[in-house]
């Protein structure tokens, strides 16, 4: 299939006639991005989805990304164009192991991550993204124990920010992000020392880029630990000639397109997610014409973590 003109034509006409609004996640192909009504990282999508006035959210995302726009809009049509579409964070804890968790921290608040399942969620007092897991966590009393789940590094990025010694961390971690590692990002910070460094908080580099910044290897001022909508905003209004990015690819297409003056480079141009590509041109199309993968969320589960998921959309607005 080739993504020309008359494919987003026809994604267009199929979105109207099924009155579905397109969201993209920031990592997702560039023509998907393209194509969306709106792209954003995991916070301004879920807000989207949940003021949205469609009546079918197509989530052009993984699939904890479409449960969560289903948690939140329980009344609209869901649909992923593929449901294959996972992610080895979401997979790192189930809802037993959070139980197991629980038992063993009575009274303790649990923060987890969006990259998890529903049933993990339904478990949960409080859900956070990359954007806000620092205002979620400072919203509550310091002094009561608190469980961050399930990425260690985002975990850790909280921890230093917030200070916080009762905050418990599970050992999880997203392969993507995680492979993208220090020793890169040392190389190409030193060879473009004049370069901004755009991080996200899951790579297992940021405690690298803090580093280099400690150092005094880079100006503390040049290091950015960021969420996929912060780095865009950040884009718009840096002065830099050069920013070497740690994240997924994907979000390479908006940074470009935010600030085309500016070169963007990646820390590791091999940091693909395979689920994000999953939804392809092709599966998009399929998705609008025959109205699936729909996404399901059973009704218990869904009610016991709506609250959860609606704080996280109110805190950090
Ligand atoms: P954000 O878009 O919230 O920064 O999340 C990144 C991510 O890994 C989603 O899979
Ligand atoms: Fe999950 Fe990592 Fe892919 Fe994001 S990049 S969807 S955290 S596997």
Redesign the pocket.
Same mark, same amino acid.
């Given at each position: 299939l080739v993504a020309g003109p008359d494919w987003a034509d026809e994604v267009r006409r199929l979105a109207r006639e099924r009155d579905a609004v397109v969201l993209a996640? *920031?990592?997702q192909r560039p023509e998907i991005q393209d194509v969306a009504d709106h792209t954003?990282?995991?916070?301004a999508l879920s807000r989207i989805a949940a003021a949205s006035d469609a009546s079918t959210i197509v989530f052009c995302?993984?699939h904890f990304?479409a449960e969560t726009a289903k948690i939140l809009a329980s009344e609209k049509t869901v649909l992923i164009p593929d449901a294959r579409a996972g992610?080895s964070?979401a997979d790192s804890i189930t809802a037993d192991e959070l139980r197991a968790w629980k038992a063993e921290h009575p009274g303790a608040v649990v923060v987890s991550y969006? *990259?998890t399942t529903a049933a993990v969620k339904a478990e949960t007092d409080v859900c956070c993204?990359?954007?806000n897991a620092v205002e979620v966590v400072e919203s509550i009393d310091a002094d009561r124990d608190v469980l961050f789940l399930p990425d260690q590094f985002l975990g850790a990025h909280v921890r230093r920010v917030t200070g916080r010694s009762n905050l418990h961390i599970w050992a999880g971690e997203?392969h993507?992000?995680a492979g993208i590692n220090g020793a890169e990002l040392t190389a190409q910070a030193q060879a473009d020392p004049e370069a901004d460094l755009f991080v996200?908080p899951?790579c297992g580099c940021a405690t690298s880029a803090l580093y280099l910044a400690g150092a005094g290897a880079v100006p503390a001022d040049q290091v950015h630990i960021l969420?996929?909508?912060?780095m865009l905003d950040a884009a718009k209004n840096t002065t830099k000639r050069s920013v070497l990015v740690a994240?997924?690819v994907g979000m390479l297409h908006q940074l470009r397109r935010a600030n085309p003056d500016v070169d963007f480079r990646a820390v590791n141009d091999r940091a693909a997610?395979s689920y994000?590509k999953m939804i392809t041109p092709g599966a998009l199309t399929r998705a609008l014409r025959d109205g699936r993968d729909e996404v399901h969320v059973d009704a218990a589960t869904a009610q016991k973590a709506r609250g959860a998921v609606q704080r996280m959309i109110e805190i950090g607005q």
């Open positions: 996640h *920031n990592y954003g990282d995991s916070l995302g993984v990304m992610c964070l969006v *990259n993204t990359s954007s997203c993507v992000h996200h899951e969420s996929t909508g912060g994240t997924e997610c994000m």
